[in-house]
């Protein structure tokens, strides 16, 4: 475990925080007016090795050598030469910090960080970090790298757990979930029931590395809730009438993968993000990373019981209510981590992939995103 500190005084800014896996949903931006909750647990911490933060310049201004160097070979709106590593936590553990007012960003129903920190040491006043609480952002505090260290507390150490403890103490992540709307309703805040923010994010970075997998053909993957996710969206963006690659789930608890699979949908662990690796002819092919506690939720659908029990409860069995109700639209996949992933991965330079990431608008009307 790690205590972060003020690079100025030396004071403590967090409580003692243990390090996990930056989530996939980190910068997302969801909706129009939707109250998102706190992205990260409390005690936890994550961190985002990219650059962020201004100063940004545009494309056009970055040498495409230089571009793919940082590891991005498709045009972006704009590059960070912001420091890398911000730490993102739960804006509940911090310690020693005041808000600073003028530094409220653009935002619409909160604050955004859009003007750099707006958080400073209570004790020397440096700017260290950023509160996040606007609407359609995940509720966040981003410590800056620059002005930050991180210090171990004594006699606390973080074992990752291994992937049967997490096969065992896991849990999934529910595809639907109520959401909020902090405007819009003449009646006060309007509730809704919507599809994960955190599966949209996902199957955003996961359809990415299917198209990038699918070496230009077509791509089938399992009957049930993953179909839905993906199917369409790759029905649309690649080919018909040639031979198909096949997409199957795998990974810890899961019966090894036909030896025919092309593709395998693997769980990547929460803490160090590392993703998992099959052993023998698997090993072989393509892996796309999916957040574990949705691929928990995949690879093992949580019972439903479709009347309520009487008697005694069956064994597993916790609650008789009726599942959650449907959102009112199918599945779109989050359009900003698909972009992110894909310009991302070098199989971008094919012509037939540039395509698709250029035409993303074609493709919003289609309701694919």
């Not at 030469?81 to 553990?93: N, T």
Request: with cysteine.
């Amino acid at each position: 475990m790690f205590v972060f500190v003020c690079t100025g005084c030396g004071a403590e800014l967090t409580a003692p925080l243990s390090q996990v896996a930056l989530p996939v949903h980190a910068r997302q931006k969801y909706g129009n007016g939707v109250q998102l909750p706190v992205l990260m647990e409390s005690g936890t911490f994550a961190v985002d090795p990219e650059p962020s933060g201004p100063p940004w310049r545009r494309w056009e201004e970055i040498d495409p050598d230089e571009a793919a160097a940082r590891g991005i070979y498709a045009p972006v709106y704009a590059l960070s030469d912001g420091a890398p590593g911000a730490i993102v936590i739960a804006p509940g553990d911090t310690r020693g910090t005041v808000l600073i007012p003028e530094k409220r960003g653009g935002a619409c129903c909160g604050i955004d960080g859009a003007d750099g920190p707006n958080m400073a040491c209570e004790v020397c006043g440096l700017p260290v970090a950023s509160r996040i609480d606007d609407c359609s952002l995940w509720q966040a505090a981003w410590l800056a790298p620059n002005a930050i260290r991180r210090l171990p507390v004594d006699g606390a150490e973080d074992a990752p757990l291994s992937w049967a403890e997490l096969m065992d103490n896991g849990k999934g992540t529910s595809p639907f979930e109520p959401m909020t709307m902090t405007w819009g309703s003449r009646l006060g805040l309007n509730n809704f029931w919507s599809w994960s923010p955190q599966w949209e994010a996902a199957a955003g970075r996961a359809l990415a590395h299917l198209l990038a997998a699918s070496e230009g053909r077509p791509v089938t993957v399992p009957d049930g809730l993953i179909q839905e996710v993906f199917q369409p969206a790759l029905d649309t963006l690649l080919p018909a009438g040639l031979p198909t690659r096949r997409a199957v789930l795998a990974g810890p608890g899961r019966p090894a993968p036909d030896t025919d699979a092309d593709i395998l949908f693997v769980p990547t662990h929460p803490q160090t993000g590392e993703t998992w690796t099959p052993a023998g002819p698997a090993a072989s092919a393509y892996l796309v990373p999916l957040p574990f506690g949705i691929w928990l939720w995949l690879a093992f659908p949580e019972p439903y019981l479709p009347i309520p029990a009487s008697g005694s409860m069956p064994d597993g069995v916790f609650r008789d209510d009726p599942p959650a109700p449907r959102p009112n639209h199918l599945f779109w996949v989050d359009r900003g981590a698909f972009q992110h992933t894909l310009a991302r991965l070098p199989a971008v330079r094919t012509p037939w992939l540039r395509e698709i990431l250029e035409n993303l608008t074609q493709h919003i009307h289609a309701r694919i995103f």
